[in-house]
């Protein structure tokens, strides 16, 4: 270990000691005793062995023997114990602009944030703005840290890809020597988090198209680029390859590159059986290319019905279309109400009648207000003073708006004895009530299912609110028996939530089939905290898809009358 290695260890050892809130003197003795060590004279394992380190001014007899340590076993106790006692997220939050130890160790204690994803969530939740020493423009400064964070990310929120992908498909698709396009890959797939972006395109110009490919504004850096795939890195840090293929064999490439790997091996498989051969290229019966003009005629030559991209997956897909089994999946324009949003009332920034004039303007007939209950102190919950006075808001604007019905929810904070904190008289003044685990993450398996399970038994429950309570990209889900949560729904009549929120978009999409066969609806929540978040709908309707969720099984398609009568 030379001495540039042992001061860096030295700092972090600072740096983990002020997220820990010790005394600053200890913090700075390892700071200041960084810099010496960088900078002293001679050899540092020729100082180890002649003990004389303790005599270098700002190398004490304690740090002495811990830098003794490190140069003869290349490690330290002390610094191993030390680096497991923070959460790793706190040293990338280090990265953020203006966001200091101290800074971290307040929204750790107050917020119990891990991570750069949780604060990021907790910053468009409005955590921040009446935490000591923070305020609306420090959290959005931090916001805008995070951004310039991320953008050295490997992988990314689905919402985020497919801003910057429609932006450069919109582009690209008036472009003049381009016949058909497409985005592909995991994006057109719909998954949560995706590495890349890919396009398909077909063209007589592959130079031309690629050339205006590499000067788009929101290009940053072209990595490779051959007679018909280029590879680009966008400003926004994401990865995008554009594949340049002739107007013949632009159905065959789509289908391949929109992919999964384990969908395109079974639909080799499919071929094979049939007596043909299939790649990217084609569909082939002996040499001779099957002429198909889309990706239906594909699936037609393979005596398939249609696969849409989002369930191509590889799982039991080509099954269901040999059998025309593919129901028709929920779209967007299924969806006739809102359910869970928050407003001014906890940590919302718009108003009841803001919210439901914004929802109206977009062609619903309903919304779903869920602020947070009186536990969650950090999010201005409801006291039962103020569900009263709410409620009586929401009355008056019923009569006055005509267009829009505000159904009065909440959203309750399962407790960690799985109570819920409110009264059984209060909850039964609403018209839904939504149960969320908003704290005490690390309990067992068998302690969080059971938490979960007591709070769905109890008869004005309603929705379970993002069930495993993981942030993508930040957080992993509690531990929880999910399949045995979703018998407890079937029991109780408890439908499930698909938060659609990107960041989390939970209940996870693998779990939403075993959720229709046990005949649990679901209900498409955007969990909205200001008026734009209400169209995060649609991520939610992507991942419903990718669950094989028909309408019918989703409460949001229901008319007013109709999720009245599902509530009562």
Request: proline share 2%.
């Amino acid at each position: 270990m030379d001495k540039k290695e042992l001061a860096e260890v030295l700092e972090e050892i600072g740096v983990l000691l002020e997220l820990k809130g010790e005394n600053p003197f200890k913090c700075r003795a390892y700071l200041n005793a960084a810099r010496v060590i960088e900078h002293v004279e001679g050899d540092i394992n020729e100082l180890v062995e002649s003990g004389k380190l303790s005599s270098i001014k700002g190398i004490g007899k304690g740090l002495s023997e811990k830098i003794t340590e490190l140069v003869k076993t290349n490690r330290l106790k002390y610094y191993d114990n030390l680096k497991e006692s923070i959460p790793p997220g706190h040293l990338e939050m280090l990265k953020i602009p203006g966001l200091g130890p101290k800074r971290i160790k307040a929204v750790h204690d107050k917020l119990e944030i891990k991570s750069v994803g949780e604060l990021e969530y907790a910053c468009k939740e409005n955590r921040l703005i009446e935490l000591d020493g923070f305020g609306l423009k420090s959290q959005e400064k931090i916001l805008k840290g995070i951004e310039y964070l991320k953008k050295y990310s490997e992988q990314h929120l689905f919402s985020e890809a497919l801003s910057a992908a429609e932006k450069i498909y919109e582009e690209l698709k008036n472009h003049k020597d381009i016949i058909r396009i497409s985005i592909a890959g995991s994006l057109r797939r719909k998954k949560e988090v995706v590495k890349d972006i890919d396009f398909i395109a077909s063209s007589k110009n592959s130079k031309d198209v690629m050339d205006f490919f590499a000067s788009l504004e929101d290009v940053n850096t072209v990595t490779a680029k051959g007679e018909t795939k280029i590879s680009i890195i966008l400003n926004a840090g994401i990865n995008s390859d554009l594949r340049i293929v002739s107007d013949t064999q632009y159905p065959y490439a789509l289908h391949h590159f929109t992919g999964s790997k384990d969908h395109n091996t079974l639909m080799r498989s499919r071929a094979k059986k049939m007596g043909m051969k299939m790649n990217e290229y084609g569909v082939f019966k002996g040499n001779e290319l099957i002429i198909c003009g889309d990706e239906e005629e594909i699936f037609k030559t393979l005596k398939l019905y249609f696969i849409p991209p989002e369930i191509r997956e590889g799982l039991d897909e080509v099954d269901y279309a040999e059998n025309s089994k593919i129901p028709r999946l929920i779209e967007e324009k299924d969806i006739k109400g809102i359910i869970h949003v928050h407003t001014t009332y906890s940590d919302g920034v718009s108003t009841i009648e803001e919210m439901a004039k914004a929802v109206e303007k977009m062609g619903y007939s309903y919304l779903g207000i869920a602020d947070h209950s009186k536990s969650a102190f950090y999010a201005n919950g409801l006291s039962e003073k103020r569900i009263i006075e709410q409620h009586e808001e929401i009355d008056e604007l019923n009569k006055r708006l005509k267009n829009i019905r505000i159904l009065k929810g909440i959203e309750v904070d399962i407790l960690p004895n799985g109570e819920l904190d409110y009264s059984d008289e209060v909850l039964k003044t609403f018209d839904f009530v939504i149960v969320s685990i908003h704290s005490n993450f690390g309990m067992s398996e068998d302690e969080m299912t059971e938490r979960i399970i007591k709070a769905m038994q109890n008869r004005y429950v309603n929705i379970l609110g993002h069930p495993t309570g993981r942030l993508l990209l930040a957080r992993e889900s509690y531990k929880v028996d999910i399949e045995k949560i979703i018998d407890e729904a079937s029991n109780n009549s408890v439908i499930l939530e698909l938060n659609a929120n990107p960041h989390r978009l939970d209940v996870d999409w693998r779990d939403l089939k075993y959720a229709y066969e046990k005949n649990v609806r679901i209900s498409i929540n955007p969990d909205a905290h200001k008026i734009n978040g209400i169209m995060d709908v649609k991520y939610g309707v992507g991942i419903a898809r990718k669950g094989w969720s028909v309408p019918d099984n989703v409460i949001n398609t229901f008319s007013y009358q109709e999720i009245m009568k599902e509530f009562s």
